[in-house]
Nanobody
């Protein structure tokens, strides 16, 4: 059973930085791409970023491009989301996700339906 656990959320001010982590367990982590999504109150869950199984390829949503960086450490079974220059509109619950299919390239991991496993989420709140 794949388990994902996010951490690192919190309350910050606009312009600050934050790094989220997602620890994975339950299968061979390095064979699978990973993704981050977010959901603000009253809104649909939105794609944030995805990485390929090796970490050599990443793909970002338009709203975070240039500010957020996704990375992974296969030795630690962990993916990260470095968030810089945070804005109030980045306020949301951030979710880590994993697909059931291995060796999928990052651009093919942009939709919610591309993923089969989800973490519980971590709250990020950005004040003006």
């Amino acid at each position: 059973q794949v388990q994902l656990a996010e951490s690192g959320g919190g309350l910050v001010q606009a312009g600050d930085s934050l790094r989220l982590s997602c620890a994975a367990s339950g299968r061979t982590f390095r064979n699978y791409g990973m993704g981050w999504f977010r959901q603000a109150p009253g809104k649909e869950r939105e794609f944030v970023a995805a990485t390929s199984w090796s970490g050599s390829e990443t793909y970002y949503g338009d709203s975070v491009k240039g500010r957020f960086t996704m990375s992974r450490d296969n030795a630690k079974n962990t993916v990260y989301l470095q968030m810089n220059n945070l804005k109030p509109e980045d306020t949301a619950v951030y979710y880590c996700a994993a697909p059931n299919e291995f060796y999928v390239r990052a651009p093919a991991l942009r939709r919610r339906t591309d993923y089969d496993y989800w973490g519980q989420g971590t709250q990020v709140t950005v004040s003006p």
